[in-house]
């Protein structure tokens, strides 16, 4: 009889969660991946190199199709296009996640209200879901690449953290910082980072960094998650790496999912916990990689993956700033080394 009813109890808890869990995510995608409403969702659409002709048509069908998040950036210089592509979707804003970033040039105080003013009017949103500070650099305002060396990014986060209490963002966060980087934020910020984006996939696997991100709380977004599938990566690292489209051990395991390259990669990244943001301009790209989020992953495979790790680094202008960057993380800038240019 107690057994009877602790079965009941148990099935009554289960069902509530189930109806909370389906009635708190009201995103448009098809798997609940988010437990939380207002969880930035696991999959995004970038725009970094998105045609300025192209990139509203790709955001109003991403939109269209299931997406519900879209990373932008002012420096992409393509924002007023992503913002036509977000306002002809016709989706009510409470069902998009909008990213952008604050540029090196944009540090002082008196620059980054201006800046993220200019996202949002260009972006065509009241207000964004997360900005972030998209370098640890400041550059002298309207000199180039000059580095600021007067204000440091704990001034500009500072300065962010203004930001949110002016209702520009719901949240604020990092990109490309090295983990000492993030500390010094967390060590003194009273509005904490929701999320450090930076440059993590299967040939750059950082699951270390990832984890101590998860440890304290916060959210790891995955850029260039297809590894070197862009097109400025191509000659990176002296060819070091080939395509990961035609990686062996890739092309296997794709076809044992019966995925493809595409979706399996990013199908590991969900599945280790990060929001992952491939860039497309193809509908057909659009479609593949939102069905990355219908393919499972065994601990099997997670171990498989954990080992071929490539520790190689697509994405470092610290060279061509001679600032080094990542400097507690694999690959980090060697001022010394050869150019790898953002
Ligand atoms: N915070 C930062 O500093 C930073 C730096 C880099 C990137 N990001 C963000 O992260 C986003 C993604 O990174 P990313 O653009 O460097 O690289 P990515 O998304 O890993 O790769 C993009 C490339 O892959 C191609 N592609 C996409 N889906 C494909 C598919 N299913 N099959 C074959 N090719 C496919 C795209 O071409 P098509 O357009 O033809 O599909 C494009 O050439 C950026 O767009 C940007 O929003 C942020």
Request: glycine content about 6%; overall charge negative; hydrophobic content about 40%.
């Amino acid at each position: 009889m107690a057994f009877g009813k602790a079965l009941a109890v148990a099935a009554i808890v289960a069902v509530t969660l189930v109806v909370l869990l389906r009635t708190e995510h009201d995103y448009a995608s098809t798997k609940i991946f988010s437990l939380k409403k207002g969880d930035i969702p696991q999959l995004g659409l970038g725009t970094w190199l998105s045609d300025r002709d192209e990139v509203a048509h790709a955001v109003e069908y991403a939109l269209d199709n299931g997406y519900d998040h879209i990373d932008a950036a002012l420096i992409y210089r393509n924002e007023d296009q992503t913002g036509k592509g977000i306002k002809a979707s016709g989706l009510d804003r409470s069902k998009i996640w909008v990213t952008s970033k604050l540029w090196n040039s944009d540090h002082r105080k008196d620059k980054a209200e201006a800046a993220i003013q200019k996202s949002i009017a260009d972006l065509g949103v009241d207000f964004l879901d997360l900005y972030l500070m998209h370098w640890p650099v400041a550059f002298v305002p309207d000199e180039g690449t000059r580095l600021d060396e007067g204000t440091s990014f704990v001034d500009t986060w500072r300065t962010m953290e203004d930001l949110v209490r002016k209702n520009y963002t719901r949240h604020i966060g990092v990109s490309n910082f090295a983990r000492a980087d993030v500390q010094a934020i967390l060590d003194v910020c009273a509005i904490c980072p929701y999320a450090h984006e930076f440059e993590t996939h299967p040939y750059l696997q950082q699951q270390a960094f990832v984890d101590w991100h998860r440890a304290v709380g916060v959210e790891v977004i995955a850029y260039s998650p297809l590894a070197n599938t862009n097109p400025t990566y191509r000659d990176k690292k002296g060819g070091l790496v080939g395509p990961i489209f035609e990686d062996p051990f890739w092309t296997a395991l794709a076809a044992a999912k019966n995925a493809t390259v595409a979706q399996a990669v990013l199908a590991w990244g969900v599945r280790r916990g990060t929001v992952v943001i491939p860039k497309s301009e193809s509908e057909k790209h659009i479609d593949e990689n939102r069905g990355a989020l219908e393919i499972e992953f065994s601990k099997e495979d997670m171990e498989a993956v954990a080992k071929q790790d490539k520790k190689v680094r697509m994405n470092d202008p610290g060279k061509s700033w001679g600032v080094e960057l990542f400097s507690d993380l694999d690959d980090p800038t060697e001022l010394d080394g050869d150019d790898n240019e953002l």
